[in-house]
């Protein structure tokens, strides 16, 4: 009759450790320690960030050193607690209260009462927090349903241009975005193509909103065959109609490309300025144009105009770029933009794009991304 080696674990054991390597895996996705700690950095930044919007610095500065920190945490409660509903805020503070009073003892004589309510206080914290969640993610698939609807606003490729190439990206903040692309022929089978890069002001919902509307206005009044100029004055028209008395402004560029001309006729509408980096190195900005659009009905807008030759590139952006920020909370900003830009490689559209948006994940790293991204770039073959 055989014994087991002394040295063999048992079944169990290997039992018990399958079972907890494959619990880990599944809380943890797969991802390593490092990636874990970097993810929560950057939700923790990111959430002070938020509820650092309540508190009231400058009446903070003005107290002494160690009262500080006792009226920061007050006023962080305070920011957390109005955040929720009414039942839930007296829940929360039911719950701490219980906490509070856990292993608090009286005593009446030779009795001694102990009261222990932990079990008590974690179990409603445990249902507030289930609350929270299931919000969130009711509230996460009715944005998912809402990204995929914007997602079809926006073209999935690019078109086909004579002479050039055309490559896209998009990132939003949130599962929605104010920002707006777009590249098309408004009349099937002409050589007039629009380029068109906007960002609506705000954030989410409310901005893809007025994303969308834009996105419409637009394609119906370019069908209608007007010139670039009459487009802009009416579409502006139009934004300022719904822009809630300026507050719900949006930039734009709006151009026009003519591949039989090698033309590109455009205005900018008090929007980041696109670059075109000619071959040789040189870079221009696309600058000419007037207000966002929104702002005052009556506005009036230049048009500025520039020759694409072979191997010229133009980049259109949104501010999210220039203004992601690193860890340490310093802005890409425009120098380093222009430097990525200033040293794109030989390469197609597609290639540039990727080599510009791999220079802002570089410089971003793990810190949670503050705005909308998005990034057009069209290059002339």
């Given at each position: 009759m055989s014994t087991p080696s002394p040295s063999a674990a048992p079944p169990c054991r290997y039992r018990g450790a399958d079972r907890l390597r494959h619990f880990w895996d599944r809380v943890s996705e797969g991802?390593?320690?490092?990636?874990?700690?970097?993810?929560?950095?950057?939700?923790?930044?990111?959430?002070?960030?938020?509820?650092?919007?309540?508190?009231?610095?400058?009446?903070?500065?003005k107290l002494p050193h160690w009262r500080r920190p006792f009226h920061i945490a007050r006023q962080f409660f305070w920011a957390l607690l109005l955040k929720m509903t009414p039942a839930r805020r007296v829940l929360l503070l039911f719950a701490?209260?219980?906490?509070?009073?856990?292993?608090?003892?009286?005593?009446?004589?030779?009795?001694t009462l102990d009261f222990r309510f932990e079990i008590f206080a974690a179990l409603l914290f445990l249902l507030l927090l289930s609350l929270e969640l299931a919000d969130k993610?009711?509230?996460?698939?009715?944005?998912?349903?809402?990204?995929e609807i914007q997602a079809w606003l926006v073209p999935s490729s690019p078109p086909e241009v004579s002479g050039a190439d055309?490559?896209?990206?998009?990132?939003?903040?949130?599962?929605?975005?104010?920002?707006?692309?777009?590249?098309?022929?408004?009349?099937?089978?002409?050589?007039r193509?629009?380029?068109?890069?906007?960002?609506?002001?705000?954030?989410?919902?409310?901005?893809?909103?007025?994303?969308?509307?834009l996105q419409a206005s637009l394609r119906t009044i370019a069908g209608e065959g007007a010139c670039l100029n009459d487009l802009v004055l009416r579409l502006n028209r139009y934004a300022c109609a719904h822009s809630l008395d300026?507050?719900?402004?949006?930039?734009?560029?709006?151009?026009e490309y003519d591949s039989a001309t090698r033309r590109l006729a455009y205005i900018n509408a008090g929007h980041n300025a696109p670059i075109l980096?000619?071959?040789?190195?040189?870079?221009?900005?696309?600058?000419?144009g007037g207000l966002p659009l929104g702002i005052e009905a009556g506005a009036a807008y230049d048009a500025g105009s520039k020759e694409m030759r072979p191997g010229d590139t133009l980049i259109f952006f949104t501010d999210g770029v220039i203004e992601a920020f690193d860890e340490r909370g310093q802005e890409l900003g425009n120098e380093r933009w222009l430097a990525a830009i200033r040293s794109l490689p030989p390469g197609s559209a597609e290639d540039s794009l990727r080599f510009?948006?791999?220079?802002?994940?570089?410089?971003?790293?793990?810190?949670?991304?503050s705005d909308d991204i998005t990034c057009l770039v069209f290059r002339s073959n």
């Open positions: 991802r390593q320690i490092e990636d874990l700690w970097s993810q929560f950095a950057a939700d923790a930044r990111a959430s002070y960030g938020f509820y650092g919007k309540e508190v009231d610095w400058d009446e903070i500065q701490l209260a219980l906490l509070v009073l856990s292993g608090f003892r009286v005593q009446f004589g030779s009795v993610v009711t509230m996460k698939r009715d944005l998912e349903i809402a990204r055309i490559a896209f990206a998009t990132r939003p903040q949130n599962s929605v975005a104010g920002d707006y692309y777009d590249a098309f022929y408004p009349q099937q089978g002409g050589t193509l629009l380029l068109v890069i906007a960002d609506v002001a705000g954030k989410s919902v409310p901005a893809a909103l007025l994303m969308a509307t300026g507050r719900r402004f949006t930039t734009a560029v709006i151009a980096r000619r071959r040789n190195g040189d870079m221009e900005s696309l600058d000419l510009l948006m791999r220079r802002v994940d570089e410089f971003v790293g793990a810190t949670r991304q």
